[in-house]
């Protein structure tokens, strides 16, 4: 999920608006878009890479703890892939919970 925002990390705050203009012309490319157009991945798309990232993290873990069971892994592989793992499962569920609490708000709203 990283190399689909790099592109943001080179912006520069002390370098202005051109900066981002540039960086904007530069990301939305040569094409002509018109307001609504779709320019990149959804909303939908970025959860679904999320949840894929943090599950294919846990099951690195597990099979880095069946390794160490098997005596080809050492204590320091399996405590760093369950930190990676607990680091990717925490950052899971307080964003689904950002998400109920924004979706709770959104429906208390009178229409």
Known sequence: M???IQNVSS????NG??????????VLGSTALTPGQNTGMNFAQVLGD???DTMNSL???????FKAIQGKANTREVVDAVLEAQQS???AMALRDKIVSAYLEIT????
């Open 2 to 4: 990283i190399d689909k």
């Open 11 to 14: 912006l520069s705050l002390s």
């Open 17 to 26: 608006i051109e900066d981002i203009s540039s960086e904007k012309s530069s």
């Open 50 to 52: 999320m949840a894929t």
């Open 59 to 65: 099951k690195g873990a597990e099979a880095m703890s």
């Open 89 to 91: 499962l925490q950052t």
């Open 108 to 111: 208390k709203m009178p229409i």
